[in-house]
């Protein structure tokens, strides 16, 4: 610790860390622009200037840019200091000689940088009467609106882009003060991380397109900690609600998971909340006449309650998007033996399986910001930009650990950006990847790898034997001996190995050889520590689904063929874009009675005898566990009109109907919680993962809604001019409404991060208990799976039979493959067309061209694509895209072609 | 002693003055144009809704009665979708006006508006839309705003330069 | 007089003091319009007269809510107190020559200082009674207030009964046949103004209710008819002190041309309309101002009175 003084005072100081990180650590305001945690310091507004003094004896002193001088042991600096204050005060005087008039039509108005920064350096009227510089603005897609007469260049923009994200499309471009930032024509950003850009511009250039259709200032959304459910990373999101309906979504940030951002899928997806296919109210489908009929609660429930009562065996379908608690009541309901998940067999095994080598062996999983911080990195068959965006995001900063490390060995400091990037160059750290086609991350690989699953295991399985002899061999291994050498010995010198995989392959042996592969590097390094190993599992709660147990859909699609289920209760999953259409029609039909839990109308539930609206993520609690094994807990954004409900409230009410006394003692979310703990000792700290209901600051809960909320005495009363108390949280510590405790927060339920003078997201740093570190009092979350250790069993890697057909690979798109966010109208629009993606040879030798239409079978589903020729697919595989256009989930992970009729 | 006789002589003179009170309904006051009554939306001088739905006024009324929700015509012109004030909780304070960026909201000086119900106090955007500019016939903001929204293209605003030429390299 | 004669004296007396008292709303907030340069009440009925009616009937249709937390049967009884004793208090009052309900009584004047002094439990029990802070603070004050004024109040009447010789309000009227006691009894007069105004709580001495400091004081949590028992006890109180300043100071129904009767109404009424005037001119005392003066100025005043009155009577 360095002690530097500020203004006069001394402090003690990380001499690591640059003095505007200190200043803001410390309390302190003072403007900035281009710097940002995540980005460094590159001095490029010179709006953070303070005084430096050489002594105690200087009181002259010379201006600085904070963000660019290191907080050295005796650093005399002022803030408030004229020089400084003057410069400052004239920077942002030129930065707004052009910047339009447009705050009232501007969608970052409210939370503006900008507008906080000039009122921080306290310049109030524009002087200048020069005629404002203009651009003509782009087209940048359905996600993000894009506005250049707001721009400051300040580069923040490019710098996420290009060189923290690795997009290409967004560049700057011109000179002088024509300095330009866009795309070389109008088009949709190809990032999938472009909706960072709303909060990393300091102002309105990038905005949320999808919120403008329902704009809605930062004061008036009511909000709540919660988690992303558009994949398994579980990112920390901050939902914003207003008049009953979600407005958008905001990274939350969390010091171990996702940090400051977000992928555009987790951003975006949030429309389907809103989407016309929501159920609103319980249903019968098939009423008097096939005609659908609206049910009462009432009624509703007495339905499900007598299907309980008259079915000699009900079986349940859990769900991989549902909470903890709601698949644990059907767990409850249904008893262990008939609990299934939505999920088809490969899918239900990978995840199983993933589980248990984070268990059972001596690998950790780190969490997305350990992952940045590994220096090796292995991926096996992951295409994780579109399966785990975020998880990519990790890795593409891993890949610069070895190189910026060199760059600190050169003596300079590790927030001096535009330093590191110049002795960086191009230079990435070692990044393998075994893919069976091109990913986005090709670009920053030490060696690209083009292999078929199978041959993704034994090449994985071959290295883990290179590492440790002790790991069996397995035949069909291809890859050749140097290519093995190198990967080994990356994974020994390392200081972090990493090894990924994921289900995204359909395959059991890979994601069992990348755990070989992780625990063998112990064997070969000097400390014996094994590499982590990251999985990326599809689905939110895929994990927290597997911990419960049960078998996948296949078989309960089995028990129901031999005629041994009266009923089905299907909790928040379409059958029919699991198994395909025609596999879950037949099931239905032999089910006797089917009841469906879902927000969303399926063709599923169009079949159903009873549907009950679900909650939604934001409109109840419940928990999830991501891919780490991290239990997070989501809480409601807002209260949803009556009678949607959380899923497990609806088997409660059925259940206690018909006699289950169990349901009794679910009172609220965290009885349900603590149950479930009780009962599975793997969850068992579930409910340390948030701050319990009965949480008090000075006797009052926390408000959801920020202090200048506005309209509450209007927004409502055109149904009743009675004005409506706000509905009760029993199962949060949060309140909703804007009445709470004055006293802010622990940042794990800290809803608005707000602070005075900082409304933009850049108030984060008054919530970090140290830049960049966790939030103030702990960032929230529990970890349930931790390794073994020593002694473990290397995994058996069962390689299927070589077989001349193509092996069935599924294509995730980041835009589509997620059921829930393609229903959102923007995510849907860059959802690809289905296509079957072939290698040109084995398109050749089937006598296929582009475009030929092909049937694909599996299980008695099939669907019908065209062919999309890719030469940089390995050979010997088929890529058939993961649920875009309703194509059945099983034929992406089992789907034969038919050719030659 | 002599204080409270005059005191008292000093009251007793104002028998005979003439009385300050408007005979209301009957005899009006007459009310200065800037005066805080009932609340309207104004146009720009053409035509068009001035409010562009920034939820100001919203956020600046001290009793929270105006809410609204903002959308956008297919040009990006942002305009109030509802707009609603709840007159039985307003306190007439002007701020909302003097929030407005604008010139749409405005307090104008009619304060006529009792009702037996209270519902019927609860106006909303066709109530509150008047044809005209209001108190401030000139201004349009969208000619002074960045954004074209298909009222000006770029760099036509007042004061306003042509949009700048990116591909140029000249110094 | 019969026994009937004296019935029907009674009723028209207790009568008239009351539709007095319901005109006296009408009249007070009338005047006060008048020299506030505005209206007043003049929309019901011919020049607003009928509003003490609408009133009235408001009152009549309104809650009569006790708040839970008073002492109910003190707080119910309390307005009744005030209203009783000012009404007593006018059994006194020879209105003209025979015309009284116990006008001759020889003890009519110690009669109404006994009434004055338990009007002030009224207030004092109204107060304690609704066991609010305000109201308790009022009840304080009104206890203080009256209690004190009482003494002057006793004391200024001393050199009247010392002139006329006799404590009944017929006999001291009569006395002044030749000439009015407001002259020789100036600074009696004066106190007794000034006291009378205190013991009716009226402005400037309003301390007891002051509705800026203390909201509505003692009657607080008073509301409907049992708050109008307080309001029309005031006013009862109005036209009973003005009926006695009358009666000992202004020769009673003594006057030229007129009967009896209407001189004696005119000068109270004079005298109702002071009181009114008292209340549109003067502002209100602080409350150790209003003790300071009746201790240190009015007390020396008022025994000086009667040393001199006694001194001026005993010396032949």
């Known amino acids: 610790m360095a002690t530097i003084w500020i203004d006069g005072v001394s402090y003690e100081a990380d001499p690591s860390r640059n003095l505007l990180a200190v200043i803001l650590e410390l309390g302190f305001d003072l403007p900035y622009f281009c710097w940002h945690p995540a980005l460094g310091s590159i001095g490029a507004c010179r709006q953070c200037a303070i005084t430096q003094f050489r002594g105690e004896d200087d009181h002259q002193g010379q201006v600085v840019m904070a963000c660019m001088t290191p907080a050295a042991e005796g650093a005399r600096v002022s803030i408030d200091h004229a020089s400084a204050a003057t410069l400052r005060k004239s920077v942002i005087e030129w930065l707004m000689v052009s910047h339009p008039h447009d705050c009232p039509v501007c969608d970052e108005g409210g939370e503006c940088h900008l507008q906080d920064m000039t009122v921080m350096a306290g310049h109030t009227y524009r002087r200048s009467r020069l005629p404002k510089r203009t651009y003509i603005s782009q087209d940048l897609g359905p996600l993000i609106g894009h506005e250049m007469n707001r721009c400051i260049q300040c580069y923040r923009c490019v710098r996420f882009y290009r060189e923290y994200a690795g997009g290409h499309d967004l560049q700057a471009m011109g000179t002088r003060d024509r300095i330009y930032f866009g795309r070389y024509q109008d088009g949709p950003l190809e990032s999938e991380f472009a909706g960072n850009l709303v909060e990393i511009c300091p102002t309105g250039v990038f905005t949320d397109k999808t919120q403008a259709r329902h704009y809605t200032r930062k004061w008036d959304l009511q909000t709540a900690p919660s988690i992303c459910t558009h994949c398994g990373v579980g990112c920390n999101i901050n939902p914003g609600e207003r008049y009953g ?20 899928r987790g951003r975006y997806g949030y ?32 339905r499900v309650a007598k299907i309980l009562t008259s079915s000699r065996r009900v079986i349940g379908v859990g769900s991989p998007r549902a909470t ?106 070692p990044v393998f990847l075994l893919s069976p086609a091109p990913t986005k991350l090709d670009d920053l690989a030490t060696r690209v790898y083009r292999k078929t699953p199978r041959a993704i295991a034994a090449a994985g399985q071959a290295i883990a034997r290179a590492l440790d002899p002790q790991v069996p061999a397995l035949a069909g291994d291809e890859m050749d001996r140097a290519g093995i050498e190198e990967i080994a010995r990356a994974l020994t010198v390392a200081e972090r190995p990493l090894v990924v995989a994921g289900s995204g392959t359909a395959s059991e ?6 755990a070989n592969l992780a625990w063998a590097t112990s064997a070969a390094r000097e400390d014996d520590r094994a590499a982590e190993l990251a999985y990326a599992l599809p689905w939110a709660n895929s994990a927290g689904l597997s911990l419960l147990g049960g078998a996948p859909l296949d078989e309960a699609l089995a028990a129901a063929e031999r005629g ?13 874009r699991i198994a395909g259409p025609g596999p879950a029609e037949r099931f239905l039909g032999q089910v006797r009675h089917a009841v469906v839990l879902d927000h969303i109308a399926h ?67 965290e009885a349900i919680a603590e149950a479930a703990a009780r009962d599975h000792p793997a969850l068992a700290r579930l409910p340390d993962a948030q701050l319990s209901a009965d949480f008090r600051l000075g006797g009052a809960k926390v408000a959801r809604a920020p202090h200048r ?51 933009s997201p850049q108030a984060l740093t008054r919530f970090q208990e140290e830049i960049d570190g966790p939030l103030r009092g702990g960032d929230p979350g529990v970890r349930l799976i931790e390794p073994a250790g020593e002694p473990f069993a290397y995994r058996d890697v069962a390689l299927s039979a070589p077989s001349p057909e193509l092996a069935p690979t599924p294509v995730v798109a980041a835009f589509g493959s997620e059921e829930l966010s393609a229903l959102a109208p923007g995510i849907a629009a860059l959802a690809p067309r289905a296509f079957l993606e072939l290698n040109p040879r084995d398109a050749a030798s089937l006598g296929l061209a582009d475009d030929d239409v092909v049937s694909v079978r599996a299980r008695g589903a099939s669907a019908r694509l065209s062919v999309r020729l890719e030469p940089g697919r390995a050979q010997g595989t088929a890529g058939i895209p993961l649920g875009l256009e309703d194509i059945p989930v099983a034929l992406s992970f089992a789907g034969e072609l038919i050719t030659g009729s | 002693m002599v204080f409270v006789l005059r005191s008292l002589w000093v009251v007793l003179q104002h028998m005979f003055r003439k009385r300050e009170t408007y005979r209301y309904p009957e005899e009006k006051a007459p009310l200065p144009p800037r005066w805080r009554g009932r609340i309207v939306l104004a146009r720009d001088p053409d035509g068009g809704e001035r409010c562009v739905a920034c939820y100001l006024c919203a956020v600046s009324c001290p009793v929270d009665c105006i809410a609204l929700q903002a959308t956008e015509d297919d040009q990006g012109r942002r305009y109030p979708d509802w707009f609603r004030i709840n007159f039985s909780r307003c306190i007439y304070c002007g701020l909302c006006e003097e929030a407005c960026p604008t010139y749409a909201i405005q307090l104008i000086p009619d304060y006529e508006m009792s009702e037996y119900r209270r519902d019927k106090l609860v106006y909303e955007k066709e109530h509150l839309l008047i044809e005209g500019p209001g108190k401030y016939p000139h201004y349009n903001f969208y000619r002074e705003a960045g954004v074209s929204v298909g009222v000006k293209d770029p760099g036509e605003s007042r004061e306003e330069e042509p949009p700048v030429d990116i591909r140029s390299l000249l110094p | 007089m019969t026994t009937g004669g004296q019935i029907v004296v009674i009723i028209m007396i207790m009568g008239g003091a009351l539709s007095l008292a319901a005109g006296l709303i009408w009249v007070e907030r009338r005047l006060l319009g008048l020299w506030q340069d505005r209206y007043g009440p003049n929309r019901v009925g011919p020049f607003g007269i009928l509003q003490p009616l609408a009133d009235a009937i408001k009152l009549l249709f309104k809650e009569d809510w006790s708040p839970p937390f008073a002492d109910r049967s003190v707080f119910l009884i309390a307005p009744a107190v005030i209203f009783a004793t000012a009404l007593l208090s006018l059994a006194v009052v020879p209105v003209a020559p025979g015309i009284g309900v116990v006008a001759e009584w020889n003890v009519g004047l110690l009669f109404f200082l006994a009434m004055a002094s338990l009007g002030a439990y009224s207030v004092i029990l109204g107060g304690w009674a609704s066991n609010s802070k305000y109201s308790l603070l009022g009840g304080l004050r009104a206890a203080a207030q009256m209690l004190s004024y009482e003494v002057f109040m006793g004391l200024s009447l001393a050199g009247v009964v010392v002139l006329a010789g006799s404590f009944s309000l017929a006999e001291i009227v009569r006395a002044q046949a030749d000439l009015w006691y407001v002259v020789p009894q100036f600074l009696g007069f004066v106190v007794f103004l000034i006291a009378g105004l205190a013991e009716t709580r009226r402005l400037p001495f309003d301390l007891p209710e002051s509705e800026t400091e203390l909201i509505a004081g003692f009657h607080t949590e008073y509301s409907g008819m049992s708050f109008g028992l307080f309001f029309v006890g005031e006013y009862i109180g109005i036209i009973t002190i003005s009926a006695l300043i009358t009666t000992f100071f202004l020769g009673g129904w003594h006057g030229p041309l007129l009967p009896p009767l209407v001189w004696f109404l005119l000068k109270t009424l004079v005298l109702i309309a002071v009181f009114v005037l008292f209340r549109a001119a003067m502002p209100r005392p602080r409350f150790d101002q209003l003790m300071a003066w009746g201790w240190k100025i009015l007390l020396p005043i008022t025994l000086i009175n009667l040393l001199v009155t006694g001194a001026v009577v005993a010396l032949p």
């Open chain 1, 245 to 264: 309906a979600l407005r958008r979504v905001r990274a939350r940030y969390h010091g171990a998971v996702n940090g400051y951002f977000l992928c555009d």
């Open chain 1, 271 to 302: 429309e389907f909340e809103s989407s016309d296919r929501r159920i609103r109210v319980p249903l019968a489908p098939r009423g008097e006449q096939n005609q659908a009929e609206e049910l009462s609660v009432q009624a509703a429930v007495t």
């Open chain 1, 324 to 429: 903890i608690e709601s698949n644990y009541a059907l767990q409850r309901l249904v008893g262990a033996d008939g609990f299934f998940h939505a999920a088809c067999a490969e899918e239900h095994r990978s995840s199983l399986a993933a589980l248990d080598a984070l268990r059972e062996g001596p690998s950790r999983s780190p969490a997305l910001r350990e992952i940045e911080r590994c220096d090796a990195v292995v991926v096996l068959g992951e295409d994780l930009t579109q399966s785990a965006p975020m998880m990519a995001l990790a890795i593409r900063q891993a890949a610069l650990a070895i190189p910026r490390s060199v760059a600190e060995r050169q003596g300079i400091p590790p927030w001096h950006d535009a330093a590191i990037r110049e002795s960086v160059q191009s230079a990435r750290g």
């Open chain 1, 509 to 514: 042996a890979v994601i069992n050889a990348a």
């Open chain 1, 564 to 576: 041994e289920v009266d009923a089905a209760i299907i909790l928040e999953s379409d059958l029919d």
């Open chain 1, 603 to 669: 063709p599923t539930a169009a079949r159903a005898d009873v549907v009950l609206p679900a909650a939604t993520f934001a409109e109840g609690h419940g928990h999830l566990v991501n891919s780490e094994g991290r239990a997070q807990r989501q809480m409601a954004v807002f209260s949803p009109d009556e009678p949607i409900r959380e899923s497990w409230r609806w088997l409660r009410e059925a259940m206690m109907l018909a006699g289950y006394d169990e349901a009794d003692s679910w009172t609220g979310a």
């Open chain 1, 709 to 759: 909320y506005s309209g509450r005495a209007a927004a409502k009363l055109h149904l009743n001019v009675l004005e409506p108390t706000p509905p009760r949280d029993n199962d949060s510590p949060l309140e909703f409404s804007m009445e709470g405790s004055p006293v802010l927060p622990p940042g794990k339920i800290e809803t608005t991060f707000w602070a005075p003078g900082w409304s």
